[in-house]
């Protein structure tokens, strides 16, 4: 799950029921859509060829006749229509992430044999304003990360994430209206379907990063012949019975991979934000303060939650991991603490946002997947998970909302598989907190003979055109500009 700044509130800040054909319920999502009326689009330090549209699709595709919700979509069209391809499909992560100013974004940073090729499309996912938009009016509190990630008591007690799991879950079950009921993966797929109708085209490419992988893996796999070029950038496990709940898990594995680069950096002579003189000190270090914070937590006024206690340290290093140029957050709080001081308070998106983005992805995550409703299953994995990989402290196998949810899903969750064209490429980072190595191998295991891998040896989540290096990124820019991808899976040091 990509943790930008909005989808780091989540866990984080994720098809048809017969497996490769299009299903009774996927068959409403070909019914053509009213064409798109593009328009200009709102918002300040958007590219001015960027253009947005609203795109109607039914909030509950098993009755297309019932309401629909609108879809925010946008798009840059491509800078040489002679070279034009078609469309290009920019899948954002999260869940509760949006792309849809992306075109004017990280869209540009595609090489211009892309930008040439593709219209560029961006979109905000069902839920996600200003698309039909949901809101579970949470507590303050439970806006935080320590909350929406499950982090235990310091005792390794999970009591508090299931009493916050039913006050959460009741919450959304109030206040986040029918609309909750239908926010998934598969539905996101099939909105991504009404959208390819929308803008007329037979195929569609796509580039999906983090859970956007997960969203074009369900797309692959629910119209496979709908699919031109796909890269699959920082990989989710596509568990087909956890889903989330397997993401989740990863972290502890993420953690052990890529704490070791920060140790490095950490112990480099000349570093201004040294905090020890050898990686196996850094370790140490951390480990201690955090068990020093949890049984003296440091006032911290402006954050949330108001204090700096051994779980807002560990949260702070799975977000500091996410990027190398993120480490000195880490380094710098870790030197605060020894002192028995804070630095300022971090800075959070407005409150709306962060409502809006977390109903997203709490939606998104209990409605993919059925998640054990019995605290005994937590707390024995819990157990397991801190004795054996104490950086997380057992997060990982811990209860989120999803324990509570009121709800049942009303599909399984998306198996991938081999069947359809191979014309899939993924990339993905050796060292990825977020989307480790060993998840990735998982989705490339289960596309088969569909897809081939990038794996770059490199630290950081978001490989193409951000923490990879320039193998990956030529591997990935010459697939999606001539189709060409390598013989075989390539690992590029």
């Given amino acids: 799950m990509k943790p930008t700044t909005q989808s780091l509130a989540l866990i984080a800040a994720a098809s048809g029921i017969v497996f490769g054909v299009v299903t009774p319920l996927t068959a409403s999502a070909a019914d053509a859509p009213a064409p798109l009326k593009w328009t200009k689009c709102e918002g300040s330090g958007l590219d001015p060829r960027q253009q947005c549209a609203t795109l109607e699709v039914p909030m509950d595709y098993a009755d297309p006749g019932g309401r629909t919700i609108g879809i925010a979509v946008s798009r840059i069209p491509s800078e040489n229509p002679d070279a034009r391809r078609g469309a290009l499909f920019l899948i954002p992560g999260g869940p509760g992430g949006s792309s849809l100013n992306n075109p004017s974004g990280k869209g540009q940073k595609l090489p211009q044999s892309v930008r040439d090729a593709y219209d560029l499309i961006g979109f905000a996912p069902r839920g996600n ?13 439970d806006l935080a990360l320590t909350k929406t990630r499950p982090w235990p008591a310091p005792d390794g007690s999970v009591t508090e994430n299931m ?16 609309l909750m009921r239908h926010i998934s993966t598969k539905n996101n797929a099939r909105d991504l379907d009404r959208l390819r109708a929308a803008l007329g085209e037979r195929k569609v490419s796509a580039w999906g990063v983090s859970y956007g992988t997960y969203v074009g893996a369900a797309y ?31 972290y502890e594995v993420g953690a052990e991979d890529n704490f070791p680069e920060f140790a490095k950096w950490a112990s480099t002579p000349g570093n201004p934000d040294r905090v020890a003189t050898s990686a196996a000190e850094v370790r140490s270090l951390f480990l201690r303060l955090a068990a020093r914070l949890d049984r003296e937590p440091i006032p911290w006024p402006g954050a949330n939650p108001e204090e700096l206690n ?12 996410v990027d190398p140029d993120d480490y000195p957050t880490l380094a710098k709080l870790m030197l605060s603490a020894q002192q028995g001081t804070v630095p300022p308070a971090p800075p959070a998106p407005p409150e709306a946002v962060l409502q809006n983005v977390l109903a997203v992805g709490i939606g998104t995550i209990c409605n993919d997947a059925e998640w054990p409703s019995d605290a005994a299953v937590y707390q024995k994995g819990v157990a ?18 999803c324990a509570a949810w009121p709800y049942a899903p009303q599909e399984p969750p998306v198996r991938v598989t081999d069947r359809g064209p191979s014309n899939i490429l993924l990339v993905q980072n050796e060292r990825d907190v977020n989307t480790p190595l060993s998840g990735a191998l998982k989705l490339r295991e289960a596309l088969g003979r569909r897809a081939v891998m990038v ?17 990956g990124d030529a591997a990935v820019s010459r697939f999606l500009a001539t189709g060409e991808r390598p013989g075989a899976d390539l690992y590029c040091r």
């Fill in 163 to 178: 009493t916050t799991a039913r006050r959460v879950s009741d919450a959304c079950a109030r206040n986040g209206g029918e």
């Fill in 384 to 401: 397991e998970s801190r004795a054996k990989y104490p950086l997380t402290a057992g997060m990982p196998r811990n209860a989120m909302m």
């Fill in 455 to 471: 794996t770059v040896n490199s630290t950081g989540h978001d490989a193409y055109l951000a923490n990879g290096n320039a193998c």
């Fill in 129 to 141: 304003a200003p698309s039909t938009s949901v809101d579970c009016d949470l507590e303050h509190a």
């Fill in 220 to 250: 692959a796999e629910m119209f496979p012949h709908r699919t031109d070029r796909f890269v699959l950038d920082s990989n989710d496990n596509p568990d087909p019975v956890r889903a989330e709940r397997a993401w989740l898990a990863a």
């Fill in 310 to 321: 051994g779980n807002v340290l560990r949260q702070t290093m799975l977000n500091s991991l």
